[in-house]
């Protein structure tokens, strides 16, 4: 199982960095899948989240998300509406910067749980909890929405049928997405 590419005789850095790499642009493509539905849009991004953290594993994972913010940070406009750095004075920077913990979670559970569909989706889902309670708390503080009750229930609940949706997807694709990861990094003699 992938988990992470470890630096060995079998898989360079050069080949974790570009599993990692890939999983980056994965996530700016799913940015660009967005239903406007008021201050925080509908994404694709929390599913490359998922498979981010449940592909590469934890440490992996967290690094292309850091990555990805980082890319955001510099000015580059890879966010959901485009916006580069100008995102993180937005209503979506709490979540943007939850995109780091979630992958750091869900990839450290699905290391150390057995290789199952719903535990996957577990994993998901409580990392979710990491990327969704920092949005929350972005919009209070914010003052997009005035109180705690309005924040959890616009900036929380109400993405949870779609979140649920993609924690399913992303547990449905892991072990597949694994081996065709694997496949096209191990060097064929």
Request: include cysteine.
């Amino acid at each position: 199982m992938l988990r992470t590419l470890e630096q060995t005789r079998d898989h360079s850095l050069a080949q974790r960095l570009a599993a990692i790499a890939f999983f980056v642009v994965l996530t700016i493509i799913f940015a660009r899948v967005t239903l406007e539905i008021g201050p925080v849009p509908l994404t694709l991004q929390t599913l490359a989240v998922f498979l981010c953290g449940m592909v590469l594993g934890g440490r992996d994972g967290m690094i292309a998300q850091l990555i990805y913010v980082g890319l955001i940070a510099i000015g580059l406009p890879f966010d959901a509406r485009g916006l580069g750095s100008a995102v993180f004075a937005g209503p979506t920077v709490g979540y943007l910067i939850g995109f780091i913990p979630c992958a750091l979670v869900t990839g450290l559970i699905v290391e150390r749980v057995p290789n199952r569909f719903l535990w996957y989706v577990g994993a998901a889902l409580i990392g979710s909890m990491f990327l969704f309670g920092l949005g929350a708390t972005a919009l209070l503080i914010k003052g997009i929405y005035p109180t705690v009750g309005e924040a959890i229930s616009s900036g929380i609940l109400l993405f949870m049928p779609e979140n649920l949706a993609k924690a399913v997807m992303a547990a449905g694709m892991t072990e597949s997405a694994r081996r065709l990861l694997l496949y096209t990094l191990t060097p064929k003699l």
